[in-house]
């Protein structure tokens, strides 16, 4: 069976440090491999999509970039946060773009 | 830009039928509705995904008119393990349509009371 896995599951970090989330998917190939983050009671924002290694989309221009340096691994990173990206991220993968989405338990991001 | 609109909050009871209905004026040729529902701190599961009429699967039913500009979800019989928030999403995972780019949007948040 398929299993995706996120982490870390919580993260303080200061105001102009560094950020990598890890993201890999189990079970499956080629899945196409996505980014989002939701603010505290509010919908999901895409953030990045991937339908292949090194293959990577940005919808929302922002202090934020993405990788694929693997088929199954999916990795999140910035060079400085901001207070602004503190919020819930969630990777998710699927096998096509209509498909089923399956949802990692994502990773909650505090920037201080 | 394609958009959903849902109402923000409904209550109900155990045991009774809950219907969620999404409103898509702008949907595409070619777009499926999709719902999804979400736990506090847990990532989306997927529900049930539909293009027109009827779909059912063992927790949930789409229903989905003739000129497609809205969608019903029913949940048959809730208990108080249903009480999340319930997205409804038009076009495909990345949020693309050929009207334009669409969201999760803010979902519908669910309470079933005892």
């Known amino acids: 069976s398929q299993t995706i896995h996120q982490w870390p599951a919580t993260l303080v970090q200061p105001v102009g440090s560094p950020l990598s989330l890890e993201c890999t998917v189990e079970?499956?190939?080629?899945?196409?491999l996505y980014w989002y983050r939701q603010a505290a009671g509010r919908g999901l924002q895409l953030l990045f999509y991937s339908v292949g290694i090194g293959q990577i989309s940005s919808e929302v221009p922002q202090n934020l970039s993405a990788s694929r340096p693997q088929d199954r691994q999916f990795i999140l990173s910035s060079k400085k946060l901001l207070l602004s990206d503190s919020g819930f991220y969630l990777c998710?993968?699927?096998?096509?773009?209509?498909?089923?989405?399956?949802f990692g338990q994502g990773t909650r991001l505090t920037v201080v | 830009l394609a958009k959903t609109t849902q109402p923000i909050s409904m209550d109900s009871y155990e045991g009774q039928e809950v219907n969620i209905t999404c409103s898509h004026n702008?949907?595409?040729?070619?777009?499926?509705i999709t719902w999804y529902q979400q736990f506090p701190s847990q990532g989306p599961r997927f529900i049930i995904q539909g293009y027109k009429t009827k779909v059912t699967n063992e927790v949930a039913s789409l229903f989905i008119p003739a000129d497609r500009k809205s969608s019903t979800l029913s949940l048959p019989r809730v208990s108080l393990s249903d009480t999340a928030v319930y997205y409804c999403l038009v076009g495909d995972i990345r949020g693309n349509t050929n009207a334009g780019k669409s969201t999760f949007g803010d979902g519908t948040t669910l309470t079933v009371k005892p």
């Open positions: 079970g499956t190939s080629n899945p196409n």
């Open positions: 702008n949907i595409a040729t070619n777009d499926y």
């Open positions: 998710a993968w699927s096998y096509r773009a209509y498909t089923e989405a399956f």
